[in-house]
């Protein structure tokens, strides 16, 4: 079975523009989570979808807004980017009912200029 | 709010034994996970704890207590590759998890 793929891998903007990221889960999979990895804050929760409905949200202002596509290929948006914003954005997908273990892609590097 | 808290580094030598330890503030976690992350890789599972005990895999082990709010990861027979970031996580449902701080392990020779 194929991994969880993520595109682009590196990205860089400059504030104030958006950026749309996309993860592919293991197939088979319906539950795509997405996660900020930061040096400073650690790996975050941002929200999880599963079987296109968003079921879990983190504490992140609404410029990250995400959605799940009926493949449950996930995207995930970010806008008016902030330096801040500037992370390894992470998804994980799992079957999303009673597993405990979630599989992660290797990320997508954002960097804000 | 809630909160897991992990020593920030540890280090020891290949063939030992160490331990990361959790400790957590929070209500409502079904369980609690340890994933492993090699430094510009993604985080893969290693195991989860939904119960009081210890739960074994391998060279690895990991450990919870609900009533202490407590959790830890044994790694035994260590080897160079398993010089990597640790964080544990806790589970609140839906596919939620909410990362400790991550404890960075130093394996020499």
């Known amino acids: 079975k194929a991994g969880v793929t993520q595109t682009p891998r590196y990205l860089i903007k400059t504030r104030g523009q958006q950026v749309t990221l996309s993860c592919s889960p293991i197939s088979g999979h319906r539950s795509v989570s997405w996660y900020q990895q930061t040096p400073g804050q650690g790996l975050q929760f941002l929200f999880e979808?599963?079987?296109?409905?968003?079921?879990n949200k983190g504490n992140f202002p609404g410029r990250f807004s995400g959605r799940q596509f009926s493949n449950s290929r996930s995207e995930m948006n970010v806008s008016t980017l902030e330096l801040g914003d500037s992370a390894l954005y992470l998804c994980?997908?799992?079957?999303?009912?009673?597993?405990?273990?979630?599989?992660f892609g290797p990320g997508t590097r954002l960097t804000v200029l | 709010g809630q909160s897991l808290e992990q020593p920030s580094e540890v280090t020891a030598v290949e063939g030992a034994i160490v331990q990361i330890n959790c400790t957590y503030q929070?209500?409502?976690?079904?369980?609690l996970s340890w994933y492993q992350q090699h430094d510009g890789g993604a985080p893969t599972f290693l195991s989860y704890?939904?119960?009081?005990g210890l739960e074994e895999t391998g060279r690895f082990s990991s450990f919870l207590s609900r009533s202490d709010s407590y959790g830890y990861l044994l790694l035994q027979e260590l080897q160079m590759k398993d010089s990597a970031s640790y964080f544990c996580?806790?589970?609140?449902?839906?596919?939620?998890?909410?990362f400790g701080t991550g404890t960075r392990l130093l394996v020499s020779p």
């Open positions: 929070t209500s409502g976690f079904y369980g």
């Open positions: 996580a806790g589970n609140t449902g839906f596919q939620k998890l909410v």
């Open positions: 979808y599963f079987s296109e409905t968003q079921r």
């Open positions: 704890n939904a119960l009081d």
């Open positions: 994980a997908s799992s079957e999303g009912l009673a597993d405990n273990e979630q599989f």
